[in-house]
């Protein structure tokens, strides 16, 4: 995906006037500002992508299947592609939200990448998923229901050939209310840095507060281990944002 300055009319200002709140929704407006946005909220977004390329490349088996689950633009879709060494596999990429899946689908036909990319407008909830050696849920599951979160995670896991990995990155909470409230801090920190006001950072939080349920890195890894997945590594965090590498044996 570029890299290039944002245009204005790129540039994320969603929560920058004083607004009555509602829910956060991957409608066309966020599509329309959804680099910026994630590069200036996400402390190690622009770190996360290129390495999604390289652990790719470690666990795709030929004749396999790869997703992307939550694929947004398509950035960390790409990311895969590019690291799927095998002309015979296919690398599938789903999102719900219709503004999302035009733009990815253009971001995609920019990539001169010869392996085809199928993109399914559906709930990650309803994707059929087999014969997978990577899967990709890039900040996604955060968003997904609580009381959902296993099934997803099982079906993932069954659907995954010995040897296949799934890369998960999220934001976490933390037991601890002291480092809570510290990482929460540094958070809004970087985005400070980045540019975003006092309001728009308060009234962004207020927007996803019931909609991106953050849940602590215990809960990730039991229910990973309980899904199916035999090894569940931490292999970069930055603040309250990680990203675990979660493997099933050969
Ligand atoms: C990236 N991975 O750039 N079914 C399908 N899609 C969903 C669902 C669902 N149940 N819930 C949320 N989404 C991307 C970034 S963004 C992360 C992922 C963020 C989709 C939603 O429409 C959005 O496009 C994406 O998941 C989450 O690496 O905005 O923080």
Excluded at 79 to 89: E, K, L, N
Excluded at 90 to 117: F, K, Q, W, Y
Excluded at 136 to 141: A, E, K
Excluded at 213 to 220: A, F, G, K, S
Aim: aromatic share 8%; proline share 4%; net charge negative.
């Amino acid at each position: 995906m570029s890299t290039k300055k944002p245009t204005a009319d790129q540039r994320d200002r969603l929560f920058s006037e004083a607004q009555s709140t509602s829910d956060f929704r991957f409608d066309a407006a966020v599509a329309r500002v959804f680099p910026d946005m994630i590069r200036r909220s996400v402390p190690g977004y622009t770190t996360i992508i290129p390495m999604i390329e390289v652990i790719t490349e470690q666990y795709v088996q030929p004749g396999s299947r790869c997703y992307d689950l939550g694929c947004s633009l398509g950035a960390s879709t790409l990311a895969m592609r590019h690291g799927i060494r095998h002309d015979d596999c296919e690398l599938i990429g789903v999102d719900n939200s219709t503004a999302m899946l035009e733009r990815c689908e253009h971001h995609i036909a920019l990539d001169d990448h010869p392996l085809p990319v199928l993109l399914r407008c559906e709930d990650i909830l309803d994707t059929p998923l087999n014969n997978a050696s990577v899967t990709t849920l890039n900040f996604t599951l955060q968003f997904v229901p609580l009381e959902q979160r296993s099934n997803l995670l099982q079906k993932i896991a069954s659907g995954t050939r010995p040897g296949g990995a799934l890369i998960l990155s999220e934001k976490i909470r933390f037991e601890s209310e002291y480092e809570q409230l510290t990482q929460t801090h540094l958070h809004h920190e970087f985005k400070r840095a980045n540019g975003y006001s006092d309001l728009e950072i308060s009234q962004k939080r207020s927007a996803l507060e019931q909609v991106l349920i953050p849940e602590t890195l215990e809960t990730h890894r039991d229910r990973l281990r309980h899904a199916g997945f035999d090894q569940i590594i931490v292999w970069y965090q930055c603040f309250n944002f990680v990203s675990m590498l979660a493997i099933k044996s050969a």
